[in-house]
């Protein structure tokens, strides 16, 4: 490679030659950048002396000496490059965009790129066009290339990016008529959401293409012009909600952090940090849980949280974010891991999908970096090899509604995770009540997941049968869908020998569903349902057991599993009338689902008086876990002030009761 004095010559020389309107455009983009700041002298100097293009050589210069920078990614120094990088950046090279996974294999735009090709009317096609995602493929095959070809390449498609997507006012006829179509592409390319990520990844594309002979200074006073542009108008044009603001926010905040050399940084940085400080508040209950209730949901608004305080803390902006910010955020990682199991799953509740040991664990070592005194945080970290379990076992989180009943935190643990919380956001479902059961790496009632989000009806009709009340592991009236879905607590009381919950759904006008779950002795649990009001009709529970060819004896409400490495459990449950196998699906992730036993259990509800029943879930160390003998039953009558039941197994006595 040449010399950076070298390049500068040829540099200077270049822009020797330099254009009125280049002169311009120069000047102005040097009025964009705070010419006081430490490094900058003898740019601001040149400036002053009215030599803008030996001020814009320096500013290159500035930029390539720059250290201490962190691109909040891609590291340009330590570049690994992947099959897929290599694919998308060669693919680019000849204008064959990687856009969408939906639509392969990618589109090719022409040989003069066309940014409004439209091949299929899906608005996620003509939005992610202008995340431009093989960009920073093609600046990592640069990097560990050192092909020049790529750097050319990306910066002819960036300037013809800008040139054919203008930044319109759309309310102006005369903007409009001098700009045919622009309007209409304004849509897309300039959505917020897309503003801001190229906000966040041309932070990558510029140090990664840096180094770069090709880039020129020139080239720098067109990026910083269109870089500054970007981030002005996302800070005046944010989404109104939900996750496009976060994302928005984090990214603006990037892109304040990544540039402070614009006078507007600190804007984007203040504006980033507002945003993200008042949406912490407003999505994530007291108890650390984000308000849609999904922990899949939960666990991606932790990471843009945390994100942002990485990028302010690796570019020297350790003091922008409130303490409070972070304790939330640490609410928001302890809320995690208490609803999951010792193998670092957790429930599917709501859309989330099955998230593997692989996928979670780098999380937690992310996070063990912004809290480097936190022994829990660490033993989760370092899957228990230093740091600190949890002091206590069962654990409540009773805003979100979570209540954990676990009696470890181990490979070997009993852990359910009950869920009956607020009515929560549009990923939450109508499962009030129910649960996941997981013991020794096995969980035994996965939940139904959602197999697909939203589309046109076809789709609308799978997506709702997942979200049903009655395939999720609680009480139906007539097997229709809650009508309201708001929890309320009773009674947390967690002990030496027993921890006990108990919830009261008001799920359908007329009929309130109690529901008491126990955790005796570390080992079993027992559920007593109660529905109570004026309402008639079928009042039915439901489980929905995992993937398994179970011993069934409906007569007896008895279902156990039978495998044979003597880890397995029996489902035995008391006062229905009437028991049967029903449809069963789990959907572990976006469109992939299997069939599997779910059972129901119904008695009707004639009058005024309540239905109960009593379920006992009874793990057992043996392989005959349909053989233990198990009787439960009321103690008294149905009472508001609390609840008994008796239950005997194996001959032994369990009296088990709560008051509210
Ligand atoms: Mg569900």
New binding site residues.
Partial sequence: MKTIKHLAMAALACLAMTTPTRAAETAEVLELLDLTRPGLEKVAELHAAGNDSAAAVELLQYYRNRTGFDTGGVNPDKVKLSKTDRKWADDGMEHTFFVHKGYQPSYNYGEDINWQYWPVRDNELRWQLHRTKWWVPMGKVYRVTGDEKYAREWMLQYRDWIKKNPLINTKSKAERDANPGAAENMRFAWRPLEVADRLEHQIEQFALFLPSENFTPDFLIDFLANYDRHGRYLNTHLSKQGNHLLFEAQRMLYAGCYFPELKYASELRRSGIDVLNKEIKKQVFDDGVQFELDPGYHLATINIFTKALEMANANGYKGEFPDEYLQTIKKMIEAHYNYSFPDYTMP???DNKLHNKGGVLPNYRKWRRLYPQDKQIEWFATEGKSGQQPAYTSHALPVGGFYTLRNGWGDDATVMVFKAGPKGEWHN?F?NG?FELWRKGRNYFP????FIYGGDDEVMEQRNW??QTR??NTLTLNNENLKTRESRLLKWEPGEQIDAVAVETPGYPGLTHRRTVWFVDDSFYVIADEAFGDATGDVAIHYNLLRSEPVEDLKKGAVSTDFDDNNNLTLRVFGADKAERVEGWASPAYREKYERPAYEFTTPKTGAAPVRFITVIYPTDDNKAASHKIEAKYKGQFATDGVAVDVKIDGKKYPLSLSF
């Fill in positions: 599917v509740f709501s479902q499962d129910t939940d139904s997941g959602s997942f979200r395939v999720h």
